[in-house]
């Protein structure tokens, strides 16, 4: 397993980070998931990321157990806070009450006395940025928390609170985006902007919610229990039914040559194109099986040839989702 700095800070992760994300209802059992923790672990895997709103801290709880034993300064855990995750209408959002409660419900279910990364899930309009920065701020003095990082924040956001925290003495070292060759939009402005601030990158849905693994066939039912296969609702919706239709599953599997040739899987020659974009630390993945963990961890590593890259752009570019420069 390979390891990057993350942004500008002598902090190191694994270029495979394990995305331990169960929807609120998620019915996955304990031991399917732990085993999948367990695979990430034995593969070199340092870095895991949850949230409080995952499985509603079943993920936590989870993700507690499989380190438990394991030695706290090899790993590095990320959780986040915003969604709704406590109780009454305080309990969301990016208050001083509301972040600070909800870091310590998080450490309780981990099973820690601290979390070296602490994601704002999301940008809070309704509350000032002064009170949220201010409150981690205090979380990083008290020792609970190492590092801040945000997830979908526009570069706008992020650069009042990267000034911010400079003022406040906390490390903001990373943002979150939604990432992967198929859907573009951080290229035009967000990760430019994190670059410019010394900012790292960890993308989630690499894979395109599973479309760049390959395995939703062009005029196919989708597979039996998959993502694409079960009730889609919300934004996974949104985002799916952009990319289940033919074109894009048509194009996807004309790289399978290509992917073949170069000694990869689809799945590791999107977790490679991703990884080798600037700024980018690590790449999240999301599995529910261990040969799954298995196969995207040794994207870790992988150097993709220039001609591949190109094939690569050539068949996903005129399908993929692109961000206005100017926006």
């Known amino acids: 397993m390979e390891h990057r700095y993350l942004g500008r800070s002598g902090l190191r992760i694994s270029e495979i980070v394990f995305g331990n994300l169960l929807y609120p209802q998620d019915s996955t059992p304990d031991e399917a998931v732990l085993a999948c923790l367990r695979t990430a672990l034995d593969e070199g895997v340092t870095t895991f990321d949850t949230a409080d709103i995952y499985g509603m801290g079943r ?13 706290r300064d090899g790993a590095v855990i990320c959780t986040k806070v915003f ?28 099973g ?4 070296d990364l602490y994601t704002a899930h999301r940008y809070d309009p309704n509350t000032p940025l002064e009170e949220t920065m201010l409150a981690f701020a205090d979380l990083v003095r ?14 706008e956001q992020i650069g009042e609170a990267a000034a911010l925290a400079k003022e406040l003495g906390v490390h903001l070292i990373y943002n979150m985006p939604q990432y992967s060759a198929l859907w573009r939009e951080p ?3 967000v990760m430019p902007a994190c670059e410019r601030l010394g900012i790292g990158v ?3 849905f690499t894979l395109a919610q599973g479309v760049l693994s390959g395995k939703y066939l062009p005029g196919r039912p989708a597979p039996e229990g998959s993502r694409g296969g079960a009730e889609l609702v919300g934004g996974r919706a949104r985002f799916m039914r952009r990319f289940l239709v033919d074109d894009v599953l048509e194009r996807v599997q004309r790289l399978a040559g290509p992917a073949s040739e170069a000694g990869l899987t689809l799945s590791q020659l999107a977790m490679a ?13 999301g599995a529910s ?3 799954q963990v298995r196969e995207n961890a040794a994207a870790a590593g992988v150097k993709l040839d220039p001609g591949l890259v190109e094939r690569i752009d050539e068949e996903l570019g005129p399908v993929a989702e692109y961000g206005a420069a100017d926006a």
């Open 142 to 155: 008290a020792g609970k928390v190492l590092y801040m990082g945000v997830s979908e924040w526009t570069p």
């Open 273 to 285: 194109w991703v990884l080798r974009q600037p700024g980018v630390a690590g790449a999240v993945i």
């Open 59 to 71: 993920s936590e709880e989870l993700l507690g157990r499989a380190l438990a034993g394991e030695p």
């Open 112 to 115: 820690t006395d601290y979390v």
């Open 187 to 189: 290229e035009a402005r």
């Open 83 to 110: 969604f709704p995750a406590g109780n009454g209408p305080n309990g969301s959002g990016l208050s001083r009450k509301h972040v600070l409660e909800g870091l310590e419900a998080s450490l309780r279910r981990l």
């Open 289 to 291: 099986r261990p040969e």
């Open 202 to 204: 960890v993308p989630y």
